[in-house]
């Protein structure tokens, strides 16, 4: 049973529930970024190469015969996916870099003064009443 309970409280840890929402965010995230690119990004630079899908440029090594299909290398494919890339790696170097700022402010930010020591508390005392 100890087992089982020590199962328990490191599956409901923050950090594990912050790992799995995070886990969740990110792949909707990619689906995101992937449709953005293949149909935003990606039919403009199309065009501008001449009208043509990217995820269909492919580099045929042995076209198609009755009996095979074509042995091709799907380069558009792959360019696109590293645009998908590029860009999640982007997105996730600007949260990084605003999340350290935020740190960097909390860390600067001052701290309250110490409490003074009991001598300090002492000398504070007489020194209010020599002044009375």
Excluded: C, H
Excluded at 3 to 13: D, G
Excluded at 102 to 131: F, G, Q, T, Y
Aim: charged share 20%.
């Amino acid at each position: 049973m100890g087992m089982m309970t020590e199962f328990k409280k490191f599956a409901v840890k923050g950090n594990v529930m912050d790992m799995a929402v995070g886990i969740i965010i990110g792949a909707a995230f990619g689906k995101i970024v992937a449709a953005f690119v293949s149909g935003v990004l990606m039919p403009p630079l199309g065009l501008l190469i001449g009208g043509v899908d990217f995820s269909d440029l492919e580099y045929v090594l042995k076209p198609a015969t009755e009996s095979a299909e074509a042995v091709a290398i799907q380069w558009g494919a792959f360019v696109q996916t590293t645009i998908d890339f590029l860009i999640i790696a982007f997105a996730v170097f600007m949260v990084v870099k605003v999340m350290n700022n935020l740190k960097k402010k909390e860390e600067e930010a001052p701290a309250a003064p110490p409490e003074p020591s009991n001598e300090e508390k002492l000398l504070a005392e007489i020194r209010d009443l020599l002044k009375k």
